[in-house]
């Protein structure tokens, strides 16, 4: 009632009343009049979430943005996780056939192996006292999670990958994914024995990802939603066996409160929150955040995200290391989220917090993504029409051992 103006209002009225005596022509264009304020339409959610991002990226990423646009309103591009549960070579075969590569294992041949202990030198924030990111480039390392093994079509390439098959166990032979999504586990270099958190876990693509690695010493998968925690679970029924599924702990707890219940147990954690999903939102209008009726879902991501970031620092021990990822292109969901992450572990929890760099990924899998190259801390993978994957941004931070 109030877009119709005081003028509609009063049209409202008298329609309620019904026509009185006299000339037929008042009354119809009144009943008009609120059919069309009743019936205006709305912006549909994937127009909203172009606006959105018009204004938000057009600004900060400038002369990239009618690329990465035309990327996100097109086909994305998918990876083949290889599934080494289903342990027959014939769909590596039959991919390198088709001309797909081992993207993870191409890094892998440019990088030079390094020790555990080698890090990045490290500058303080403005501030000097919250956070740290490398100055100078480190040499090519991999430091990436060993065994991950995933197929993608060259640049420019757009052939689909057939679904996926089960082998003579009834395992499926690899999961289809966007290859970018793989960046955050393989930042998060999974170590023999780890104890590992996947706290927002469903429908547990990078889950998956982090049983490939083979080196868990324990791996729990949460999601707050029992429904996806299904799906997570149908997921470990189709590519995991038996004895090592029954390894994994589901949960279905909200990941806030994760720090309270198990507080400095993991050596890694990976906090892949939800967020404005930014490709989906801009393709479809189902189950879309855009969405009028959840516009403050919406605002509140970035405060959810942050709950969560800070319940994953919480979880991990001193010296341990949390990965943040998203699919979205916002400053407000990525870099402010870990700054403001890295501040309140510092004042309220008097936890130190290192902000890795991971510039050498770009290095690595430039052949596979296109990445932001202005990134205040983390890296962000950038939709292309020679490379549609992604938008996936993923940062890494290491908690401080007490000095
Ligand atoms: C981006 S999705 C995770 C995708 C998943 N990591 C994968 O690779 O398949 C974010 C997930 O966070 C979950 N989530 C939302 N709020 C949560 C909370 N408070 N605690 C734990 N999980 C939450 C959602 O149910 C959703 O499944």
Not at 75 to 92: H, T, V, W
Not at 317 to 334: D, I
Not at 351 to 377: A, K, Y
Request: with cysteine; glycine share 8%; aromatic share 6%.
């Amino acid at each position: 009632m109030a877009a119709l103006g005081a003028r509609g209002r009063a049209a409202a009225v008298l329609l309620r009343r019904g026509p009185g005596p006299g000339p037929r022509p008042g009354p119809r264009r009144y009943r008009h009049k609120e059919k069309w304020a009743a019936t205006a339409p709305r912006i549909p959610p994937t127009r909203l979430a172009l606006h959105h991002l018009d204004a938000g990226c057009g600004a900060r990423l400038r002369e990239l943005w009618p690329s990465v646009r035309a990327g996100l309103l097109c086909e994305q591009k998918y990876g083949a996780l290889l599934n080494n549960f289903a342990p027959s070579d014939r769909a590596a075969r039959e991919l390198e056939l088709l001309n797909a590569a081992d993207f993870v294992a191409e890094a892998a041949g440019k990088a030079q192996p390094v020790g555990r202990g080698d890090s990045a030198s490290l500058e303080e924030s403005g501030e000097g006292r919250v956070m740290a990111r490398a100055v100078t480039s480190p040499p090519l390392r991999t430091s990436f999670s060993p065994n991950i093994k995933c197929y993608t079509f060259p640049r420019g390439d757009i052939t689909r990958f057939r679904p996926a098959r089960p082998d003579a166990l009834g395992l499926l032979d690899y999961y289809l994914m966007d290859a970018a999504s793989l960046l955050p586990v393989l930042a998060l270099n999974v170590q023999p024995d780890d104890f590992v958190l996947d706290l927002c876990a469903a429908p547990g693509g990078k889950t998956l990802a982090l049983l490939q690695t083979g080196v868990c010493g324990h791996l729990t998968a949460n999601d707050v939603s029992v429904s996806r925690t299904r799906r997570l679970h149908q997921m470990l029924h189709s590519y995991v066996p038996k004895e090592i599924r029954e390894t994994v702990s589901v949960t279905s707890c909200d990941g806030r409160d994760w720090g309270q219940l198990e507080g400095g147990t993991f050596h890694k954690v990976l906090v892949d929150v939800p967020c404005t999903t930014d490709r989906h939102s801009v393709t479809e209008e189902d189950n879309n955040i855009f969405h009028k009726r959840r516009t403050k879902e919406r605002q509140m991501l970035p405060m959810l995200q942050l709950q969560l970031l800070m319940a994953g620092i919480l979880a991990t021990k001193p010296g341990g290391e949390v990965v943040y990822s998203t699919c979205s292109l916002s400053l407000l969901q990525n870099e402010c989220v870990i700054e403001r992450a890295a501040e309140i572990a510092e004042t309220q929890f008097n936890i130190g917090i290192h902000v890795e760099d991971l510039s050498h990924f770009r290095t690595l899998f430039q052949d596979t993504f296109s990445f932001f190259s202005d990134c205040r801390m983390g890296e962000l993978v950038l939709p292309h029409l020679t490379a549609n994957f992604g938008p996936t941004y993923f940062c890494k931070l290491r908690r401080m051992r007490k000095g």
